[in-house]
């Protein structure tokens, strides 16, 4: 799983390649998979916001669209599978949040927007902890075509499941909300979904792999036709 974290100028860095990194060996340990992070700097003093339906304020459409396009700008589509945008707690003017993830919306990427709490790391790794769980049904849907919520129900022995509400949200009697006051890390969900994550985050790196080996190619192409260009050019 590749990330890129664009990280407010606020946050000790230090702090966060730790947090990275625990989050790193409790999803490996579930999963298998290894985290791969990449780290930016941001100011993020300065973001506009909208009102939700529910009166939230969240970035505008327009700045998260331009943020995910300067990333694809390098990126392409499957060059990293997340960003998250790590905003420090004095610049989190988004009032009723904690975070937030955005999975394919303007490009094939999961954006997640997390609070960063100066005084309180468990807050911090929770709300982080909790949106990266949040993409994982739209990913494997996305990339594998398979629909989690039936399979998650046969396995658990329930009828129905909805994996946003029923587990990240906490909301069914299997699992509790991800980052309520106590909460104990749970790695049973993580554990029946490796062998899907695995497969998805390969065909993500399969395509992003053939996107670039296309790329090379016009490169090559276009690299000899310029070359027989001017061997006409020297003839004439
Ligand atoms: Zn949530």
Redesign the pocket.
Known sequence: MRTLILLDLKIDKDEALAMCDEYAEFYENNTGIKCVWLVERRDFSVVPTLPDATGDLRPTDKFRKDLETEVHSRYRDYGVDNIVMWVHEDNFVFKGLWGVAWAYNFFKYSLLLCRWDKDNSTNTFNTFF?ELE?PSDTLIKKELGIDINPLIANHFGVSTFNYDRGY??GESDLFTYIGRRGYKRDGRMQQFLAPYLTRAYKVRKEKHEKDIGLMKQVVFLLTKLVGLLQLAVNKK
Do not use: A, E
Request: net charge neutral; charged share 0%; no cysteine.
């Open positions: 909790h949040h990240v949200h």
